[in-house]
């Protein structure tokens, strides 16, 4: 792993509670995608890579999300 993604991967411990709580593994995962892609500057083979999912799963997950909000 490069110093990049180690860096990328630091997060405060309250941050990771506060999403856990009173939510589905939907809504969850959801949230992590989301702030995970957002940490990584749009770059998405980054944020797949630090997930432990491949950029293909990634994208489709993205588009689940997209769909469900028309």
């Given amino acids: 792993m490069s110093k990049d993604l ?22 969850v995962e959801r949230s992590l995608i989301n702030a995970t892609l957002e940490r990584c500057m749009g770059k998405k083979a980054l944020t797949a890579e630090l997930l432990g999912i491949t950029p293909r799963t990634l994208s489709n997950k993205l588009k689940k999300y997209t769909e469900s909000r028309s």
């Fill in 6 to 27: 180690v860096k990328l991967t630091k997060e405060e411990p309250d941050n990771l509670v506060r999403y856990l709580v009173g939510n589905s593994i939907e809504e």
